[in-house]
């Protein structure tokens, strides 16, 4: 039944005022299904009401009505003991906060509420204003590596920030997790120890997870510093960090052309995984030497067709490089 009369509306209202939780169920879950915006108001109420079940369903009724002049009210789920009602009131924020809200997240951030300050950090990732980075320092230091964690990877998202020395330590944090983001991070800072700093975590490192993300990120990089470590990581223990130096190697040997990585990656065309074979093919393409040739030769007729393409795809580039090479001379004369 569609309900057009006020009196009718309030029939509801009232009922959401129960001291039955099932009458207040009942109520909300109306609410919700009317999705009349002159009930933002009351809907807003039922965020404080003692069940977690009648907050959910508010949170998920104010987000169905997409009104940004609700992010105030629902900020305090977040840090709600109720770990469903954070996840839900986390969501809908996501939805509704923008610039706008910056100021209003700042705020609340000062609050002395894990949750809350780690959702809120989450939060922040939106709007990548580097105007949150005085507020996100202080919980790189923090006693919870929950927010050590949030904030590292936050720090990824605010524009224009390159340097950051206090994100620095957490690649050496002891909490695993914690290095894992700070690993993705050091890849978008430029400070002078990053390189060195990825470079040993992804050789010493316990985590492999770790490990894999020091690779990422020195991708993202592409600096030949970090060749060394590279060389040695393609036999690293875990396939994943196998590939994703593969690929490292790949970026940097696109405008470095250093033939020390050549036997690493000949062995790594016989790995037991196809993703790190075709992408260690990828890389001795991008080398250009005929050094690598007969090994590529050989990877053609690899059981997996992908790699066998990319290894014949290696071997006309190489032999497009020494082409290009044999016609310098004419050019100049």
């Known amino acids: 039944?569609?309900?057009?009369?006020?009196?009718?509306?309030?029939?509801?209202?009232?009922?959401?005022?129960?001291?039955?939780?099932?009458?207040?169920?009942?109520?909300?879950?109306?609410?919700?299904?009317?999705g009349d915006e002159e009930t933002i108001d009351v809907v807003v109420t039922a965020l404080k009401d003692e069940s977690p079940a009648v907050q959910k369903i508010a949170i998920?009724?104010?987000?169905?009505?997409?009104?940004?002049?609700?992010?105030?009210?629902?900020?305090?789920?977040?840090?709600?003991?109720?770990?469903?009602?954070?996840?839900?009131?986390?969501?809908?924020?996501?939805e509704l906060v923008s610039q706008d809200s910056l100021l209003l997240l700042l705020d609340a951030l000062q609050q002395d509420n894990l949750h809350l300050q780690r959702n809120i950090l989450i939060l922040l990732r939106k709007i990548h204003d580097a105007q949150s980075l005085p507020y996100l320092l202080p919980f790189l230091a923090s006693n919870h590596p929950e927010l050590r964690e949030a904030a590292i990877?936050?720090?990824?998202?605010?524009?224009?920030?390159?340097?950051?020395?206090?994100?620095?330590?957490?690649?050496?944090?002891?909490?695993?997790?914690?290095?894992?983001?700070?690993?993705?991070?050091?890849?978008?800072?430029?400070?002078?120890?990053?390189?060195?700093?990825?470079?040993?975590?992804?050789?010493?490192?316990?985590?492999?997870?770790?490990?894999r993300n020091a690779a990422k990120a020195l991708t993202i990089h592409g600096d030949p510093i970090a060749i060394p470590a590279l060389i040695t990581a393609i036999a690293d223990d875990h396939w994943q960090v196998r590939r994703f130096t593969a690929q490292a190697l790949q970026k940097i040997l696109q405008t470095t052309k250093n033939e020390e990585v050549i036997p690493a990656l000949v062995a790594a065309l016989a790995d037991e995984y196809p993703d790190v074979r075709k992408d260690a093919a990828i890389a001795l393409g991008n080398l250009g030497s005929p050094l690598a040739n007969s090994a590529l030769q050989q990877a053609i007729d690899d059981p997996d067709r992908e790699v066998s393409i990319q290894a014949e795809r290696a071997i006309q580039r190489i032999n497009q490089a020494l082409q290009a090479q044999s016609l310098e001379p004419s050019v100049q004369e």
């Open 60 to 94: 998920a009724t104010l987000w169905e009505f997409a009104n940004p002049q609700v992010i105030p009210d629902i900020l305090p789920s977040l840090g709600s003991p109720d770990e469903e009602v954070r996840t839900i009131a986390l969501s809908t924020l996501g």
């Open 153 to 211: 990877t936050t720090l990824r998202y605010l524009n224009q920030v390159k340097i950051s020395p206090p994100a620095l330590p957490l690649l050496a944090d002891p909490i695993d997790f914690v290095r894992r983001e700070a690993a993705l991070t050091l890849g978008h800072l430029a400070d002078p120890e990053v390189i060195p700093l990825l470079s040993q975590a992804l050789l010493k490192d316990p985590d492999w997870q770790v490990r």
């Open 1 to 34: 039944m569609f309900i057009t009369q006020d009196s009718e509306l309030q029939e509801w209202i009232d009922l959401l005022k129960s001291p039955d939780l099932n009458d207040r169920l009942v109520a909300i879950k109306t609410l919700q299904h009317l």
